[in-house]
């Protein structure tokens, strides 16, 4: 049979560059295959070009020149004759005596690609069955799952329960339930966002709502309320160079994209703290909060269908939007400018 040969530069090459250490540290062996690097090859190269430059057609080395050749590239002494001898006699399986250049770099891949197969299984996860069960203050379904800056996990679940948990042993650290004080039982949640510029949390309700909460003590700061549907899905970003500029976008279930632009987050929170209260917490009405001087909302009609994802980029200046409509299932809102919701385009993938 024909075998392909193979350079340094091709197939070799990439498996030797794309070793990782990790791989290279676990398998530390003393196996001759296992000491031979990419300069080796190289070196080796030219003994067999040599070989071909001397009248062999196919450029092979004998077991003796094999042997001479590899105990001077890797430093081995006669005590190692007898691993080159086996090593030798894997590569030339016809049992020919001598061995080509491409029998031995199709030998070299084949070692180095079930070493990293060998690493790749050795960092699997195993999960033990049965899992282990834990209770979980939730009774619905979950809409976020999040990780905090201090590295504990945060879950929001519709029937109204924002669980906190240890990153470490998976304990319940506390909740919170959101009550509806009309309904007399907790309110429907939508979805979850963490302003981490600010340590405070936001939820969208099924009475299209956004209320703001402080996340070290649960407690309610404001809300802003009276939105035109309901909000289904949140993202939330600030500007890591100011962190005073943050954007907040939430989708719907009419399939509108909206968009509150603050470029100062302080002073926006402070306002909406001191509207009247309702039912105990300071409320906003979405009309007030859009005509304010030092607030931008836009909001755009982009899908068909209910918004199930959406998220702001800042490399893009774009916000990327995702729904069930068919006729519209990826959109791409460009912001030009990080204040300017105004200048918009929607592109439909």
Same mark, same amino acid.
Not at 206 to 225: H, K, N, V
């Given at each position: 049979?024909?075998?392909? !040969?193979?350079?340094? +530069?091709?197939?070799? &090459? ?29 070196? /080796?190269?030219?003994?067999?070009? #040599? ?19 590899? &105990? ?13 001898? #086996?090593?030798?006699?894997?590569? *030339? ?6 061995? #080509?250049?491409? #029998?031995?770099?199709?030998?070299? %891949? ?16 195993? $999960? ?6 834990? !209770?979980? =203050? ?10 905090? !800056? ?40 939508? *979805? $979850? ?7 405070? $949390? ?7 709502? /956004?209320?703001?909460?402080? @996340?070290?003590? $649960?407690?309610?700061?404001? %809300?802003?309320?009276? /939105? ?23 989708? *719907? ?39 304010? @001087? ?10 068909? *269908? ?11 200046? &774009? ?6 409509? =068919?006729? +519209? ?14 200048? @918009?385009?929607?592109? !439909?993938?």
């Amino acid at each position: 049979s024909h075998t392909m !040969p193979v350079e340094p +530069s091709g197939r070799i &090459s990439s498996l030797f560059s794309n070793r990782s250490t990790s791989a290279a540290s676990h398998y530390r062996s003393n196996r001759i295959e296992d000491r031979i690097n990419l300069d080796h090859m190289q070196s /080796l190269k030219k003994h067999f070009d #040599a070989a071909s430059a001397a009248g062999d057609d196919e450029g092979r080395l004998s077991m003796e020149m094999f042997i001479m050749v590899m &105990s001077q590239l890797l430093n081995l002494s006669e005590e190692n004759h007898t691993q080159l001898t #086996a090593l030798f006699m894997k590569i *030339d399986s016809g049992s020919h005596g001598h061995i #080509a250049w491409d #029998a031995f770099c199709t030998y070299m %891949q084949l070692e180095l690609t079930e070493k990293e197969d060998s690493y790749s299984r050795a960092r699997e996860v195993c $999960f033990e069955t049965p899992a282990i069960t834990k !209770p979980t =203050p939730h009774r619905d379904t979950l809409h976020r799952v999040c990780v905090l !800056p201090d590295h504990s996990y945060v879950t929001a679940s519709q029937d109204g329960v924002v669980a906190f948990w240890n990153p470490t042993t998976l304990q319940l650290k506390r909740t919170r339930t959101n009550p509806d004080a009309n309904k007399s039982k907790q309110k429907w949640i939508t *979805d $979850f966002a963490m302003m981490t510029n600010t340590n405070r $949390f936001i939820l969208s309700t099924g009475d299209r709502e /956004l209320q703001f909460f402080e @996340a070290s003590t $649960f407690e309610p700061y404001c %809300q802003i309320s009276g /939105l035109e549907s309901v909000p289904l899905k949140m993202s939330f970003w600030h500007n890591p160079r100011n962190t005073e500029e943050s954007i907040l976008i939430y989708g *719907d279930n009419l399939g509108c994209v909206n968009v509150l632009v603050i470029p100062n987050t302080t002073l926006a929170f402070r306002k909406w703290k001191q509207e009247a209260k309702v039912e105990g917490v300071p409320t906003a009405n979405i009309e007030k909060v859009a005509s304010m @001087a030092d607030v931008r909302y836009a909001r755009w009609e982009v899908h068909r *269908d209910w918004v199930v994802e959406l998220k702001y980029e800042d490399h893009l200046r &774009s916000i990327i939007s995702c729904s069930n409509d =068919p006729s +519209s299932g990826i959109v791409i809102g460009n912001v030009v400018g990080s204040t300017n919701v105004e200048s @918009a385009s929607v592109t !439909p993938i």
